[in-house]
Structures are given as C-alpha cells and as structure tokens.
C-alpha cells in the first residue's frame, strides 16, 4: 500500500492517531531533510519527506496508517563531528517520542553507529554507508485509550500537591517492611516493581495518599552483554 503525507500538525511530538490517521512529528533543529520511513509486515521499507517545518518540529500527518503500523526516521544534515553534528541518513532513527518500541538492537546484522569504529580517536570523522535498518528496532504507533473503569482523577489543588520523583528500586531495595516495599515489592524479588516488564519506573507521590507510577519499559543490550550470553 502507497501512502501520502499531508502537513499535519507539529505538536504533541511522536505519533498520534485519530482513528483515521496517524500524525508525526520530531523534533530537530539542525535537519535539513526528514523522511518517515514506514515498514510493512514482511520488512520491506516505504518512505515519505516529511516537508512541513514548524519551530523546529517536523510533522506529517498519513491517512489510514494506525495503531501496529512500525515505523523510523531517516534524518539528513551535516556531518560535521567538530561541531556535534552526526547525521547520516544511512542509519534508521528511533523515534525518541515513541510511545511503544518493536524489537532489539541486533548488533550482528549491521553497523548502527553513523561511522565504522576502529579504536582510534578520529574513527568518527569519516560517515558510514551501511544501512542500518535490518538492525534498528522499530517504533510502533498505538493506541493510547485505556479503560478506566470507576476510576477518577482526584483532582488534588496545586497547592496541597507534593510531587517526589525517585527510582523505584534504589528507593525501595533497602526500605524496611511496610511503606513502599510492601506496596511496590514482590515478596521474592526486593526493590522489583510487582507488574509484567516493569524493572524501572519514576515514582510521583501526589498528595499524601496517592501514587503515580510512570513505566520505562524499553531497553537494549550492549554487544558486550550479548556476547556473553
């Protein structure tokens, strides 16, 4: 299937589907061009120039794509390491706004990084030419409505608001019996958050009888770490 991309909207960033469509937008200031690159089921890759620029986000917006559909970014501009500057449109991005991420990083199939390593200190002046998209895990569209039940947001004034940010296991793996331990830790694994996948999480007190629990459930390995496997 053919797909064509209409300006869209440059805000909220990552992708956001309607029901009808999916709208894109990344955030870059020093790009000169953008493509989305959408993949099918068999892998095979199509591509479309993200042309509409507004403060420094470029969107899109592509009718009939929805939640499942796995998608990249190609971003061109400079490479000029000197100035921080990496781009090279050979290496399939992740979007860094995904709200959900296919896949792991398969070292093996490909070089991911945006020049060849070899140890020395000006390996990274020189761009790589290989694709990296067979081995880049893939951004996936979702859809972000979720039944509530009889659940209510309490609604709680900013002035009797207390937010404390803190990583769930560090807070929780020496914390005596009771409080959080007991309300976040499973009993045989101290500090490891009691839900499928949820090895890290931010922990947001809100008031002082409520808590928000925000997941950070992607990751991937260093080569080193598969090697050893």
Same mark, same amino acid.
């Given at each position: 299937?053919?797909?064509?991309?209409?300006?869209?909207?440059?805000?909220? %960033?990552?992708?956001?589907?309607?029901? /009808?469509?999916?709208?894109?937008?990344?955030?870059?200031?020093? !790009? /000169?061009?953008?493509?989305?690159?959408?993949?099918?089921?068999? +892998?095979?890759?199509?591509?479309?120039?993200?042309? =509409?620029?507004?403060?420094?986000?470029?969107h899109c917006y592509v009718p009939?794509?929805?939640?499942?559909?796995?998608?990249?970014?190609?971003?061109?501009?400079?490479?000029?390491?000197?100035?921080?500057?990496?781009?090279?449109?050979?290496? %399939?991005?992740?979007? $860094?706004?995904?709200?959900?991420?296919?896949?792991?990083?398969?070292?093996?199939? !490909?070089?991911? %990084?945006?020049?060849? $390593?070899?140890?020395?200190?000006?390996?990274?002046?020189?761009?790589? =030419?290989?694709?990296?998209?067979?081995?880049?895990?893939?951004?996936?569209?979702?859809?972000?409505?979720?039944?509530?039940?009889?659940?209510?947001?309490? &609604?709680?004034?900013?002035?009797?608001?207390?937010?404390?940010?803190?990583?769930?296991?560090?807070?929780?793996? &020496?914390?005596?019996?009771?409080?959080?331990?007991?309300?976040?830790?499973? =009993?045989? +694994?101290?500090?490891?958050?009691?839900?499928?996948?949820?090895?890290?999480?931010?922990?947001?007190?809100?008031?002082? =009888?409520?808590? /928000?629990?925000?997941?950070?459930?992607?990751?991937?390995?260093?080569?080193?770490?598969?090697?050893?496997?």
């Amino acid at each position: 299937m053919t797909h064509e991309a209409w300006p869209g909207r440059p805000f909220p %960033l990552g992708p956001t589907w309607d029901g /009808e469509g999916t709208n894109f937008s990344l955030f870059s200031e020093h !790009a /000169e061009r953008v493509e989305l690159c959408l993949f099918d089921a068999s +892998g095979a890759e199509e591509r479309l120039d993200v042309n =509409d620029v507004t403060a420094h986000c470029w969107h899109c917006y592509v009718p009939g794509v929805g939640p499942g559909q796995r998608y990249g970014y190609r971003v061109h501009g400079p490479y000029e390491p000197d100035e921080g500057h990496r781009f090279n449109a050979y290496k %399939l991005l992740i979007d $860094p706004y995904a709200k959900a991420i296919e896949g792991r990083v398969h070292w093996e199939r !490909a070089n991911v %990084l945006p020049y060849t $390593p070899d140890g020395t200190d000006e390996a990274d002046l020189e761009p790589d =030419d290989e694709d990296s998209r067979d081995a880049i895990p893939k951004s996936l569209v979702v859809d972000p409505s979720f039944d509530w039940g009889g659940d209510r947001h309490p &609604r709680t004034p900013w002035n009797r608001t207390l937010i404390y940010e803190t990583h769930v296991r560090g807070f929780t793996v &020496r914390h005596p019996d009771g409080g959080f331990r007991r309300l976040l830790v499973t =009993d045989d +694994g101290r500090g490891v958050i009691a839900a499928d996948g949820a090895e890290k999480a931010v922990l947001s007190i809100i008031g002082d =009888d409520r808590i /928000e629990v925000a997941l950070a459930g992607h990751r991937y390995r260093l080569p080193a770490t598969v090697k050893r496997d």
